[in-house]
């Protein structure tokens, strides 16, 4: 069974700092991956996604993710932080052909203005 | 139009109860889901319904019983409820059996007293 691990449980950065979330998963085979965010009190949105092709994914908000096979990573990025990006993030993946996702323990991002 | 719909929004109840919660979705997908997050915010899968039929279970006790009365709707009932259930549930849903599209729901939090 495939399975996540979210390294940084809780990240404190101050506006316009520079982000990166660690997500490494454990699985043999081809994984489409996942990167959701979840406001407090609100659902999880996702920020991008990975199925195939270009490594470097971009999504909403400024987000980016890069996956590396050879490391079995999938990590985050955003360049510069706002107060808005106070949120939990998961990161998840899920075998091709198959519907369920396994999340990561997620990580607490607090930006303080 | 929201497109994945839960109700209610907030639960509290006492142990011992039989509760419900119900989700619908409108974008016409095959596959719905139920999911649970724990008070550490872990998100686990339970449920996994395509067209109506069930095709993942999780390790999930049996006082939950999911039943989907069609496509479109997946509704998770809890009997003889217990403190652990405390939690926030989300359903969700995606086009076919793969992991594609997925949609959220805004979550149930259910509160065992």
């Known amino acids: 069974a495939q399975s996540v691990s979210q390294h940084n449980h809780h990240v404190i950065l101050s506006e316009a700092a520079s982000l990166e979330l660690g997500c490494n998963y454990s699985y043999g085979g081809t994984v489409n991956l996942f990167w959701y965010v979840q406001y407090p009190g609100q659902h999880l949105q996702l920020l991008l996604k990975y199925f195939s092709g270009d490594p470097l994914v971009k999504g909403i908000k400024g987000f980016e993710a890069e996956f590396i096979k050879s490391k079995f990573s999938f990590n985050l990025r955003k360049p510069s932080v706002q107060w808005s990006d106070t949120a939990e993030y998961f990161c998840?993946?899920?075998?091709?052909?198959?519907?369920?996702?396994?999340f990561g323990k997620g990580t607490m991002l607090l930006v303080s203005p | 139009d929201t497109a994945v719909s839960q109700t209610p929004k907030y639960l509290v109840t006492q142990m011992g109860n039989d509760k419900s919660i119900k989700c619908e979705q409108n974008l016409g997908h095959d596959t719905m889901y139920w999911y649970k997050q724990d008070s550490k915010k872990f998100l686990k899968i339970m449920f996994s319904?395509?067209?109506?039929?069930?095709?993942i279970n999780e390790t999930v006790p049996n006082r939950f019983s999911p039943k989907s009365p069609d496509k479109a709707h997946l509704n998770l009932h809890i009997n003889s409820l217990e403190l652990g259930d405390s939690a926030v549930y989300f359903c969700?849903?995606?086009?076919?059996?793969?992991?594609?599209?997925?949609?959220f729901g805004s979550g149930t939090r259910l509160t065992v007293v």
């Open positions: 319904y395509n067209n109506k039929e069930l095709i």
């Open positions: 998840a993946v899920s075998p091709p052909g198959y519907s369920t996702l396994t």
């Open positions: 969700a849903s995606s086009p076919t059996s793969n992991s594609y599209g997925y949609t």
